[in-house]
């Protein structure tokens, strides 16, 4: 193993399968469905003068 | 190889033509994610979201204080589309607030705009959600029970306007419709 | 279990050596490929019956269907094809991509029996309740419409069965590197796979979500949930599933351009960060069907409709030229080097899997992504919402796209996976043709006919009196090029059925082959891998796609600057 060369970071990124998982579940979850949810959850009563 | 698994380090950066196309690419990409915002501010036509909860029981309330208020005709719906009926014209305020309401098969009431007021135009459902889609112009909203949906909406272009509906709701859902009429 | 390692190259694990390529099949996976390919391409032919009557009531000089089976039959259809026909044929993919390119075994035969089981007791339920009339609330479903509760299970067990699948996967991946059956990365096959099997988690997640609360709902257990707050989430299953599906496909570009033309990628690392962008980036685009919504505001809509700054198009627009680009490399080497556009003629038009890769590749790039990122702006979506465009659009990424990228992969799935080769093999060589030329000419009825404000999901456009001449004529197209796609379904469901049980067997041999370019005199393999300007006739083509792309991009702001001032 000690022989083998040296491996770039970013390819070392786009083989940890584990964190591209947790990573592409997380990112859309928040910036789609919570932010999406909070500004539902926001709405205001309407006023009907 | 594209089946193999890769052995050595694979690692290198764009290059030549693919770098160039790279380049095209992220410009491209620059360029639309700065027209959304462009037009956001400097724009005519956008949709904001502004909207406010709301019990379907009170808009239909509202809606008819609305009508009480400034009706002015009857619009008689048309013998082709039986489901329609007839709906009372109203004509609200020079830059005041206008109600509608989108139910199984009608939008209630027809409206009578000013060309080039502004008004707000409340919508909202009253039973399943509907499509407010204005034609011939082809501007489209979705509407929806529990949320009063304002747009804020001036008429540029005189003549008698449908809206169809356009989001499904049941079997009489082609022929659900509704009228604007700008003078 | 004869073996406890997961790598085929240990004695004991049930595997074969493949005939054709060398490659090890693992017999698990192999069965399951086999049954969910089945499973998937019996929802094709169910689905696009349903296409035909719904193509022949749109055209509405024909007006075939009466107004409640028209709506029936159109939940049908999306159910059929979107969900049904799609995830079987994914999850046949996802079981190859982790077991044969790394040598590996499937992780469980007994996960795999029960996700099958439940993702086709699931279609069995939904399929039958639909038909029997009591689910007529479109594929979406929208609250407040409500179904029998059978509806909402059925989907409720398919998304868990496929989840069960994607967690095979996942597990497989990991007892494969455990036990070492490969070293290295994993190929951008599998790559691409693992992205696709990524973005089904937060689908099916989602999916989870939405679905519980409005079973419950019609079972009369819990209130009713919020339209809105379904649509968010609803959208987060409806538009993220088809996310799995461009996934899968670029994948499916990869595989057969190197099974037909013996592409490699040409930078590994582009093309992986490439379905990185996706991983992390396209299902924010679910915000695409909620740009005229109420309830949420301006910013969310901009920054999530636009893939956080359209990275996720960025991803798009790589493979886009990588896989051409590849294809390139590869007929340059094997000799075919004339002119900028030489390679093109050259290549195995008539060889069906070469050719439904290369129109599911124009079609889905030029027809459907720049009308889908069009059409995803957030403004210009106030002249596209709900009318013909959005499924003129669809048809041509899911349908143009993916679905005929997995046809054009069940030629060569059929032969090495069932080991039997073609029957009517000249048949299957217009398939593709007849397929995407179909689907092209109903995209564009679709297109036009929206554009003239016709909406989607509607029986009837006369009643409402503001239609005119035009928008007849292009439902009329519209029908026309749903006949045409129609038969060209028909064939490719006869030709694999008919193979299944008629097809000479493959033992141990090499499959019939479909045609591959051979190698001139003056070839040289990997001559060049290190040219980095080898490929000008991609340069070309896809600088007339960015072209395509900015004229119909500002075309429709033009549109939109036309009508009525809103915000």
Known sequence: MNNEPKKHPWQKLLDNTWLLLA????????????WGWIELVLTKPALLP | MSLRPL??????????HEKIWLGCAILWCFVMSLMMPYWHFRGKQNSTGEAYSVKPADFLARTEKFVAANRVGTFKGPASNPMLGDLPLVEPPAGGDAYLVGRMWQWYPALRLRLGETYR??????????GFSLQPLNMNFQVLPGYDHVLTITPTSKGEFTIVCNEFCGVGHSNMSGKIFVE | MSSPSHSLADPGTPGRKCGTTGLGVCLDAQRFIKLNAVCGIVFLLLGGIAALLLALTRWQTIHLLPVDWFYRILTFHGINMLILWILFFEVAILYFACTTPLNARLFSRKVAWVSFGMMLTGAVMVDYIILAGQADVMMTSYLPLVAHPLFYLGIILVAVGTLVAVFNYFATLYVAKRDKSYTGSVPIVTFGATAAAIIAVVTLLHGAVVMVPTFTYSMGWTPQPDPAWYRLIWWGLGHQSQQVNVCAMVSVWYLLTHIVLGSRPINEA?????FVLYILFINLASAHHLLVDPGVGATWKIWNTSYAMYLAVLASMVHGFTVPAGAEIAMREKGYTSGIFGWVTALPWKNPAFSGTALSLVIFGFLGGITGVTLGTQQINIIAHNTLRIPGHFHVTVVGGTSLAFMALAYYVIPLIFQRDF???????????IFGIGITLLSFGMSFAGSMGVSRRSWDIDAQGVYGPAAHLWLGVLGIGGVLAFLGLLIFVLLCV???FFGPKIQDRAMADWGTPPALAGSSPGSLAHDHYATKGTMVLTLVFLACFAVYYFANWKALADVWPVR
């Open chain 1, 23 to 34: 990573l592409g579940v997380l990112i859309p979850v928040l910036s789609y469905t919570v």
């Open chain 2, 7 to 16: 052995t050595a380090p694979w690692f290198h950066g764009p290059a030549g």
């Open chain 2, 121 to 130: 135009l409340h919508m909202s459902a009253l039973d399943l959600q509907h």
């Open chain 3, 270 to 274: 582009v093309c992986r960060t490439a």
């Open chain 3, 423 to 433: 029957i009517f093999r000249g048949v299957a060589r217009v398939q593709p043709w």
């Open chain 3, 498 to 500: 008919g193979t299944l």
